[in-house]
């Protein structure tokens, strides 16, 4: 399969545009083409080495070795530029139009990039304190409270090992506008959220990613407009599986989110930040 890249200069024409001229080598063994630009978003398909992929678009994600950009293939899935042969660590195509993986119809940047200290002592409790790299109970290595490592080592990671909780919550609030993010790129605006509705939405895709969150029926419910409060009682307590294993941690936080969820609170977080 030949594909090829389509340049900032493509000339569109009733919509289409025109076809693009070069196509890029995968470099890696067996490469994750994924539905956002992140290591946390599913895997849609692999590529093998040496594989020619098009690139129809760039967006900033998940840095991988140093590199943060993500690819847009025709495939319709984002795999990270650091393996693709693209000749360059900077961009090659145009921006995508949104941040990737958009399906609620997106939101304007006025939400919450952060979240409440309910919120961060509810992440910190569960998560637990890893001063250095080490595996979780599904044996991904994480580090601090819940951070998961992008590359060998954690090398990604500013802090110096061993971290001290103050760094390690340093990190995590660094980490947190990553999954803000993703439910506002999920969310449409019908869901009115109020600061503690927000964080325990937050817990919960830093839990379980981005991608999972993105294709839940808890996000579809939200966007139907059906009550905030019931959708989080009757769906956060599904999420209780790891490694295909109900874990009793996870039975404990869920039940901490809709706590969270439901305390009322007069501060809205989302569509807009008060």
């Not at 991988?64 to 393996?83: E, F």
Request: charged fraction near 15%; glycine fraction near 10%.
């Amino acid at each position: 399969m030949k594909l090829t890249t389509i340049s900032a200069a493509a000339v569109f024409v009733l919509g289409s545009f025109a076809p693009a001229v070069n196509g890029y080598a995968i470099k890696g063994d067996v490469v994750n083409c994924r539905s956002g630009p992140g290591t946390s978003y599913g895997v849609k398909k692999t590529y093998n080495k040496g594989a020619n992929v098009s690139i129809s678009c760039q967006t900033p994600g998940t840095s991988v070795n140093g590199n943060n950009i993500w690819d847009k293939t025709s495939d319709g899935c984002y795999v990270a530029d650091y393996y693709v042969s693209t000749g360059t660590n900077g961009y090659v195509a145009s921006k995508c139009s949104t941040g990737g993986g958009s399906s609620g119809g997106g939101s304007s940047s006025s939400y919450c990039k952060t979240v409440n200290q309910a919120g961060i002592n509810l992440i910190t409790e569960f998560e637990g304190f890893v001063a250095r790299p080490s595996p979780d109970p599904i044996g991904l290595p994480t580090v601090g409270y819940g951070h998961l490592c992008q590359t060998k080592g954690c090398s990604e990671v500013k802090y110096k090992f061993p971290l001290t909780k103050t760094t390690a919550k340093q990190l995590l609030n660094s980490d947190l506008p990553k999954y803000t993010k993703c439910l506002a790129d999920y969310l449409n605006n019908k869901p009115s959220l109020n600061d503690n509705q927000w964080a325990a939405l937050t817990s919960w895709v830093f839990n379980v990613g981005c991608g999972n969150a993105k294709t839940s029926s808890l996000v579809k419910r939200l966007n139907n407009g059906e009550n905030p409060n019931t959708v989080a009682s009757q769906e956060l307590p599904k999420w209780r599986l790891a490694g295909g294993k109900v874990l009793p941690g996870l039975v404990r936080r869920r039940a901490a989110e809709v706590k969270l969820f439901t305390t009322a609170s007069s501060k809205k977080a989302y569509p807009k930040c008060q």
